[in-house]
C-alpha cells in the first residue's frame, strides 16, 4: 500500500493525535485491514514531518486504543488488530461510577436485553451454537468450586447466546455489557455456580425446544436471582465494581465470534 497520501500534509499542532486520526479515518474508509503492517518507524518519520518522539507517542496511543499491536524484531512494527470490546468496556465502567448506575437499573436493562437475545436465538440458533453453550454448562458443573471459571463461563454462556441470533450489534453489546458484569463484586459459591448450570441449561432447553415463551420466562427468572444476588453485595444499590481483574476480561474479549452451519 502506498502510504504517502495517509500521512502526508500533515499540520503542527496535537501532532501525535493527527498521526492517530489518520490511521482511525483509514481503517474506517478499508484503506487499511486487519493484518495490514504500518510503515516502520523510520519511513513515517519521513512521511509526516514530525520527530521519532511523536511518532512513537501516536503509535502508543493506537496501541492503548487496541488499533495496532506493536511487535518487537526484525520482523515487527505495528500491525492493524481488531479493537477488543474489554478497552471499550473499561470506560464504560468507569462512567457507569461516575454517574452512580445502580444494580436495579442494570437488572432492568439486562431483562429488556436478554429477553430479546433469547426471542432471535429461538429462530436462529444453529447446532455449532447449542454445542458452544452446553460446553459452557458443563464446564461449570465439571468444577463449581473454581470461582473464576465459573464467572468466565457463566458470562461466555450469554456472550455465545447473543452471538446465536445472527444479529452482529447485539452480539457485540452482549460482549462490552458482559465485561462491565465480570466487574460486579460478587463471587458466587460451588451451590450458586450449580444452580446458574441448571438456570442456563433450562433456558438452552427452552430454546432448543424452540418455545419461546418458556425461554423467555426463565431467563427472567435467572437475571432476577442474579440481580438479587449482587444487590445484596452493593452498598446503597450502587452497582459494586471491582478493579479489572484482566485474566477474565481477555477470556470473555476472546470468546470466539459465531460459526455458521455448513
Same mark, same amino acid.
Given at each position: 500500500?502506498?502510504?504517502?497520501?495517509?500521512?502526508?500534509?500533515?499540520?503542527?499542532?496535537?501532532?501525535?493525535?493527527?498521526?492517530?486520526?489518520?490511521?482511525?479515518?483509514?481503517?474506517?474508509?478499508?484503506?487499511?485491514?486487519?493484518?495490514?503492517?504500518?510503515?516502520?518507524?523510520? &519511513?513515517?518519520?519521513? $512521511?509526516? #514531518?514530525?520527530?521519532?518522539?511523536?511518532?512513537?507517542?501516536?503509535?502508543?496511543?493506537?496501541?492503548? !486504543?487496541?488499533?495496532?499491536?506493536?511487535?518487537?524484531?526484525?520482523?515487527?512494527?505495528?500491525?492493524? *488488530?481488531?479493537?477488543?470490546?474489554?478497552?471499550? /468496556? %473499561? +470506560?464504560?465502567?468507569?462512567?457507569?461510577?461516575?454517574?452512580?448506575? #445502580?444494580?436495579?437499573?442494570?437488572?432492568?436493562?439486562? @431483562?429488556?436485553?436478554?429477553?430479546?437475545?433469547?426471542?432471535?436465538?429461538?429462530?436462529?440458533?444453529?447446532?455449532? !451454537?447449542?454445542?458452544?453453550? @452446553?460446553?459452557?454448562?458443563?464446564?461449570?458443573?465439571?468444577?463449581?468450586?473454581?470461582? &473464576?471459571?465459573?464467572?468466565?463461563?457463566?458470562?461466555?454462556?450469554?456472550?455465545?447466546?447473543? *452471538?446465536?441470533?445472527?444479529?452482529?450489534?447485539?452480539?457485540?453489546?452482549? @460482549?462490552?455489557?458482559?465485561?462491565?458484569? =465480570?466487574?460486579? !463484586?460478587?463471587?458466587?459459591? %460451588?451451590?450458586?455456580?450449580?444452580? =446458574?448450570?441448571?438456570?442456563?441449561? @433450562?433456558?438452552?432447553?427452552?430454546?432448543?425446544?424452540?418455545? #419461546?415463551?418458556?425461554?423467555?420466562?426463565?431467563?427472567?427468572?435467572?437475571?432476577?436471582?442474579?440481580? !438479587?444476588?449482587? %444487590?445484596?453485595?452493593?452498598?446503597?444499590?450502587? $452497582?459494586?465494581? +471491582?478493579?479489572?481483574? %484482566?485474566?477474565? /476480561?481477555?477470556?470473555?474479549?476472546?470468546?470466539?465470534?459465531?460459526?455458521?452451519?455448513?
Amino acid at each position: 500500500m502506498d502510504f504517502s497520501a495517509t500521512f502526508t500534509t500533515m499540520k503542527q499542532g496535537k501532532a501525535a493525535q493527527q498521526i492517530v486520526d489518520r490511521v482511525r479515518n483509514a481503517v474506517l474508509a478499508g484503506e487499511l485491514q486487519i493484518g495490514d503492517r504500518l510503515p516502520p518507524e523510520r &519511513e513515517l518519520i519521513r $512521511l509526516t #514531518g514530525f520527530s521519532r518522539a511523536v511518532v512513537r507517542e501516536g503509535l502508543r496511543i493506537l496501541e492503548a !486504543d487496541g488499533l495496532i499491536a506493536l511487535h518487537a524484531g526484525r520482523n515487527g512494527g505495528a500491525v492493524i *488488530e481488531r479493537p477488543n470490546t474489554d478497552r471499550l /468496556a %473499561s +470506560t464504560l465502567d468507569m462512567l457507569l461510577a461516575f454517574e452512580s448506575i #445502580g444494580v436495579q437499573e442494570v437488572t432492568e436493562v439486562l @431483562r429488556m436485553f436478554e429477553t430479546q437475545i433469547v426471542e432471535l436465538a429461538v429462530d436462529r440458533i444453529s447446532a455449532h !451454537d447449542i454445542e458452544d453453550l @452446553r460446553r459452557t454448562i458443563t464446564r461449570i458443573e465439571q468444577d463449581p468450586t473454581d470461582i &473464576e471459571r465459573v464467572r468466565i463461563e457463566s458470562n461466555r454462556f450469554h456472550i455465545l447466546l447473543a *452471538e446465536a441470533t445472527r444479529n452482529r450489534l447485539l452480539a457485540l453489546l452482549a @460482549r462490552i455489557i458482559r465485561q462491565v458484569v =465480570i466487574r460486579v !463484586d460478587y463471587e458466587p459459591h %460451588s451451590a450458586n455456580a450449580l444452580q =446458574i448450570a441448571k438456570a442456563h441449561q @433450562r433456558i438452552l432447553d427452552a430454546i432448543i425446544a424452540k418455545d #419461546g415463551e418458556t425461554a423467555k420466562r426463565r431467563a427472567l427468572r435467572h437475571l432476577t436471582a442474579c440481580g !438479587d444476588s449482587m %444487590s445484596t453485595e452493593a452498598p446503597g444499590g450502587r $452497582l459494586p465494581l +471491582t478493579p479489572r481483574n %484482566s485474566r477474565l /476480561a481477555e477470556a470473555l474479549a476472546t470468546t470466539p465470534r459465531r460459526r455458521d452451519d455448513s
